[in-house]
């Protein structure tokens, strides 16, 4: 009778160490399972919020286009893309002047702004002591966060004066200051990647 109740004993003791062996599977699977739930959620948001962004600059280009056929119809496509004057006064709207000054303006940027980025980026990464260039790499992320706009109204403000001062006063220069405007709010984000590149981050 003991031996019997002594067996059922053991058998009970082994049947729950079997079910917590068990639940503490069932557990790690439960979290495993929960986490896939979340990163499909995730990526179905993600995906949602990207079609959005999408759809709305797709609109926003269907809209300019549709209002501004009309307009570019009666100047005629051909003085609208080729024409080298912007009057509003004398009914003149060429746009040619605008798509050369923003060629001039990217090629002044890659110009000034590569050279700059690349020599900054293997100063940091290779040459300055490492408290200097956690310094200078955390002001340039700084400098990454300002928008472009604050850059170009700033230009606007000081650059294009000052260009006019030390050039002819007659002469406007646009391409050039666009340039420079261009080369140092993307001087920040080459000095990023470039810097990234050389540590292999």
């Known amino acids: 009778m003991e031996h019997e109740i002594a067996g059922q004993a053991v058998k009970a003791a082994m049947d729950g160490a079997l079910v917590g062996t068990a ?15 979340m990163e499909r959620v995730m990526n ?20 300019l286009i549709i209002s501004g056929l009309p307009a570019i119809l009666e100047i005629g496509p051909i003085n609208f893309l080729f024409g080298t004057r ?3 006064s004398t009914g003149d709207f060429g746009i040619f002047a605008i798509i050369l000054t923003s060629f001039a303006g990217t090629a002044g940027a890659i110009l000034v702004g590569v050279p700059i980025g690349l020599m900054t980026a293997i100063f940091l990464s290779k040459v300055a002591p490492p408290k200097f260039a956690a310094v200078v790499h955390a002001a340039v992320e700084l400098l990454a966060g300002i928008p472009s706009v604050v850059y ?41 990647n470039f810097t990234g590149l050389f540590r292999g981050d």
């Not at 990207?50 to 709305?56: C, E, L, Q, R, S």
Request: charged share 15%; hydrophobic share 55%; net charge positive.
């Open 23 to 37: 639940d503490r599977k069932k557990e790690p699977m439960t979290g495993k399972k929960a986490l896939k739930a």
């Open 44 to 63: 179905a948001l993600f995906f949602i919020c990207g079609m959005v962004a999408v759809a709305f600059v797709l609109l926003i280009s269907i809209y």
């Open 86 to 88: 912007w009057y509003a």
């Open 152 to 192: 170009g109204l700033v230009g606007m403000i000081l650059l294009v004066p000052a260009i006019r001062v030390a050039f002819d006063p007659d002469m406007e220069l646009i391409g050039l200051s666009a340039g420079l405007q261009k080369s140092s709010w993307s001087l920040s984000n080459l000095v990023n």
